[in-house]
C-alpha cells in the first residue's frame, strides 16, 4: 500500500517537526555556542544537545524524504530530493527542499569528521546552516498549503526564532565588555588527528 | 671608530600602541674589536671582505659539526643555545632551510644592525659555509623593518655576491614579536610575522615542511670567522671554556648606542662606558634582568657566569639607568611598550600583558602594591604561543627581586632614585685654594 | 606514561567546555582561558580524550611524555 493518508500524514508530520528541529538547533548554535554567550547550561550540554537534534532531525529527514518518493499520490522521483531542478511536481518548492537537503548532509558530514578537517573549512561550511534552515522553512511554507491548524503558529514562530535569537546574539556582543579581539593566523594551526 | 647614520630613519609614531621608552637609534657607533669587529675599518665591500680573509673553505657535515662541536659556539639571538645540538636535531634526508635572522625587534640592540654596516659578508659567508656542508636548498635573510640603513647594507651586500646557493631576502614587519622564530618561518610563507604553535620543531618540519635552521645574524658570523679563520685563531680570543666574543649594545643618555666586542672572559666592567659606572643596568634587553651596580662590577663577560649571577647576557644589551631615572618607571614603561607588542593571538598575553602593566603602573604611582604584578606574572608565564609574555615576566619578577626597596618606597608615595643626593665626581685641583 | 594535554594558543577562544569536561585538572583564569594544572593521569585519560573532541576550536591536544 502505497497510496492514501497514512503516507501523507508521516510526511507532513515529520516535515514540521524536522522544521522545528533545525530551528531550536540553529537558535541553539546561535545562542548557546558562540563566543560570549554559554549563560545557563554548560556549554558542553548544550553542544551535546545541538548534536543530537541535528542528528535526529536527520533521520525524521530520513522518514520525510522516503515517504514524500514512496507516495503514488504525487509524483516525486528519487533523485528529485537531492537535485534541486528538473521536478515536475512544485518545482520551486520542492527545489528548495532539495537544496537544502544537501546542506545539511554537507553540514552533518563535515561535523562529523570535524576532527579530519581545518577548523576555519568547517566553520565556513557550518555558516551555510542559516542557508539551509531558511531554504527549509520556505520549503515547507511552499509545499505545506494543504496543511491547516497549527502549522501556521508553528511556521510563524520557527520563522520568527532564529532572527530573534540573531538580534540577541548580536546584542551581547555589542553590549559585552570590550575586550581586545584575537588576531587570529591565516592559516590552521589544529589541523590534528583526535588523540 | 665608526659612526653610521641612517638618513632614511624617521620616527614612528604608530597607531595607539605605546613607543619604545628606548627608541630605535638613528645611528650607532660601532668601535674596532678583538674578532668580528676586526678591521671594520676597511669598509664593508665584498673586496675588502677577501682581501682580509681569503676564500671560503668548503667543508662537509661532519667537519661542520666538530668545529662548532669544539669551539661550543652558542648562539648569539639571545638563548645562547649550542649550535652544535641545533645541526644535530636537523632532520636527516631532506634538503633543509638555513635563515639568517637580523629583524632585530629588540630596540635596545643594535648589534645585528652593526654587523650589517661592517661586517655583511661574514655573516653571509657563515650561512653559505653551513648551507654548502648541508646541502641546504636555499638561504632565507630576514631583513630588519624599521632600521633601512641595516637593510640597504645587508642587501648591497647580497647584490656584490655569485654563490652557489638561492638566496632571498625578506622584510620583518617593525614589531618586537617579528624576530621570534615560528613568526619568521610565517613570514618565509607569506603570511603575517607573528608567532603560531609549533606542534613539530623547525628542525624537523619548518619552513614548507622542511628542516629549518635560524639563527641570529651574529651566530652566522661568528660561524663565518670560525670557518675563514679557523680554529686556532678563533680560539685565541676568549677562554679555554668559553672561546670566542660576543657583541653588546650599551647605551648611552642623550647619544647613539655604541656597539663593541668583548671577548669572553674580560671583566664587564671595562667594557662600559663612563655614565655607566655606579649605576645599575637592564641586560639583555627588554626582556632581560636588571643587574645592581656591584654585580656588574666583579661580572666577566661569560654566559654561564652571568647566569650564576642571576643575570642572562640575552643578545648582549647593556641598557644603563641614568642617575635620576628611576629603574621602577624605566621598566614600567617597558611593560606598557611590551604590552602593547603582544601579537594579540593568545588569550592569556593579550589579556594578561595589558593587565600586568597596569598593575605595574599602578606600583609606580603608588595606587598598587606588588601582589597583583605577581599574580598576573604566575597567569601570563608559558601560556602562550611563544616567549613573549615569559621574557616580560622574567624583567618584571627582576624588578621586583633587585628594587624590591624602591618598590616599597614607591608605594609610600616616595622615589629612592629621585631623592637620592647625586654625586658629581670634581677633580682635585678644584679643591685647591 | 605521561601524557600532557597541551592548548593551542591562537586557537583557543576561552569558551571553556575542557573546564567542564574536566575540572579536575582544568581550571579558568580571570579572562576564561584554561589553566592546565598537571600531566594527565591514567584516571583522567578519559575525559581528557573527551575534552579533546569537545572543544569547539579544537584547541586542545594530548601529547605523549614531559
Avoid at chain 1, 548532509?105 to 534552515?133: C, F, I
Avoid at chain 2, 633587585?402 to 618606597?409: C, G, N, Q, Y
Amino acid at each position: 500500500m502505497t497510496d492514501g493518508p497514512i503516507l501523507w500524514y508521516l510526511n507532513r508530520g515529520t516535515g514540521v517537526v524536522v522544521l522545528v528541529l533545525l530551528t531550536i538547533t540553529t537558535v541553539l548554535g546561535i545562542v548557546a555556542l558562540g563566543n560570549r554567550s554559554g549563560r545557563g547550561l554548560p556549554r558542553f550540554v548544550t553542544q551535546a544537545l545541538h548534536r543530537n537534534l541535528a542528528l535526529l532531525s536527520v533521520v525524521l529527514l530520513a522518514v520525510h524524504v522516503v515517504s514524500a518518493v514512496v507516495d503514488e499520490y504525487v509524483d516525486i522521483r528519487w533523485w528529485q530530493a537531492f537535485v534541486p531542478l528538473g521536478a515536475t511536481y512544485e518545482p520551486l518548492w520542492l527545489g528548495l527542499g532539495a537544496l537544502a537537503l544537501d546542506l545539511i548532509a554537507v553540514v552533518v558530514l563535515t561535523s562529523l569528521l570535524r576532527h579530519r578537517m581545518q577548523h576555519r573549512a568547517w566553520r565556513l561550511l557550518h555558516v551555510s546552516s542559516y542557508g539551509l534552515w531558511l531554504m527549509s522553512l520556505l520549503h515547507g511554507i511552499g509545499m505545506g498549503t494543504d496543511l491547516r491548524g497549527g502549522w501556521w503558529i508553528a511556521a510563524v514562530a520557527c520563522a520568527a526564532a532564529v532572527p530573534l535569537a540573531a538580534t540577541y546574539r548580536l546584542f551581547l556582543l555589542v553590549t559585552d565588555r570590550p575586550t581586545p579581539e584575537p588576531n587570529p593566523p591565516t592559516t590552521p594551526t589544529n589541523v590534528g588527528v583526535l588523540r | 671608530m665608526t659612526t653610521y647614520l641612517d638618513p632614511h630613519h624617521t620616527v614612528r609614531t604608530d597607531d595607539a600602541r605605546p613607543a619604545s621608552p628606548v627608541p630605535i637609534p638613528t645611528r650607532v657607533t660601532v668601535e674596532p674589536g678583538p674578532a668580528l669587529l676586526a678591521g671594520i675599518e676597511h669598509g664593508a665591500s665584498l673586496g675588502a671582505h677577501r682581501r682580509q680573509y681569503g676564500e671560503l673553505p668548503r667543508l662537509d657535515r661532519d667537519a661542520l659539526h666538530d668545529l662548532v662541536g669544539r669551539v661550543r659556539l652558542r648562539g648569539r639571538g639571545g638563548a645562547a643555545f649550542p649550535f652544535a645540538t641545533k645541526l644535530e636535531a636537523l632532520r636527516r634526508g631532506r634538503r633543509p632551510v638555513l635563515v639568517i635572522n637580523m629583524s632585530e625587534g629588540e630596540p635596545a640592540s643594535s648589534k645585528d644592525a652593526a654587523l650589517a654596516l661592517t661586517r655583511p659578508h661574514l655573516v653571509i659567508d657563515g650561512a653559505v659555509a653551513a648551507a654548502r656542508a648541508l646541502h641546504a636548498r636555499e638561504l632565507h635573510v630576514v631583513l630588519p623593518g624599521d632600521r633601512p640603513a641595516a637593510a640597504t647594507a645587508m642587501r648591497t651586500a647580497l647584490a656584490e655576491r655569485d654563490d652557489s646557493v638561492p638566496v632571498h631576502s625578506h622584510v620583518a614587519t617593525p614589531r618586537f614579536v617579528a624576530g621570534q622564530a615560528k613568526a619568521v618561518v610565517e613570514l618565509l610563507a607569506g603570511r603575517p610575522n607573528l608567532p603560531v604553535t609549533s606542534w613539530k620543531p623547525d628542525a624537523i618540519a619548518g619552513h614548507q615542511g622542511r628542516p629549518t635552521l635560524l639563527s641570529n645574524a651574529e651566530t652566522w658570523a661568528r660561524l663565518g670567522l670560525l670557518v675563514l679563520r679557523g680554529e686556532r685563531e678563533y680560539a685565541a680570543v676568549g677562554t679555554r671554556d668559553e672561546s670566542g666574543a660576543t657583541l653588546l649594545t650599551l647605551s648611552r643618555p642623550g647619544a647613539d648606542p655604541l656597539v663593541r666586542e668583548a671577548a669572553y672572559g674580560d671583566r664587564l666592567r671595562d667594557h662600559l662606558p663612563a655614565h655607566a659606572y655606579g649605576r645599575p643596568a637592564l641586560i639583555g634587553g627588554f626582556h632581560g634582568s636588571w643587574a645592581t651596580w656591584e654585580t656588574m662590577a666583579s661580572a666577566r663577560v661569560s654566559v654561564p657566569g652571568l647566569r650564576g649571577l642571576g643575570v642572562a647576557l640575552g643578545a648582549g644589551v647593556v641598557l644603563s639607568s641614568p642617575a635620576g631615572q628611576c629603574p621602577l618607571t624605566l621598566t614600567s614603561q617597558v611593560v606598557d611598550y611590551l604590552a602593547g607588542q603582544s601579537a594579540g593571538r593568545c588569550g592569556p598575553c593579550f589579556n594578561g600583558l595589558p593587565a600586568l602593566a597596569g598593575a605595574l603602573g599602578a606600583v609606580r604611582d603608588g595606587s598598587g602594591g606588588p601582589v597583583r604584578v605577581t599574580q598576573l606574572a604566575t597567569l601570563v608565564e608559558r601560556r602562550g604561543a611563544c616567549a613573549h609574555p615569559d621574557g616580560t615576566v622574567r624583567l618584571v619578577r627582576s624588578l621586583l627581586g633587585t628594587f624590591a626597596a624602591e618598590v616599597s618606597a614607591h608605594g609610600e608615595g616616595r622615589c629612592l632614585e629621585a631623592s637620592r643626593l647625586r654625586v658629581v665626581p670634581v677633580t682635585a685641583r678644584e679643591f685647591a685654594s | 606514561m605521561s601524557r600532557q594535554l597541551r592548548v593551542d594558543w591562537p586557537a583557543c577562544r576561552a569558551r571553556g567546555l575542557c573546564h567542564e569536561v574536566l575540572p579536575d585538572l582544568v581550571d579558568l583564569d580571570e579572562w576564561g582561558y584554561p589553566l592546565v594544572r598537571g600531566p594527565v593521569t591514567d584516571d583522567l585519560l578519559a575525559d581528557a580524550q573527551e575534552a579533546v573532541r569537545v572543544c569547539p576550536r579544537l584547541a586542545l591536544r594530548l601529547i605523549d611524555g614531559r
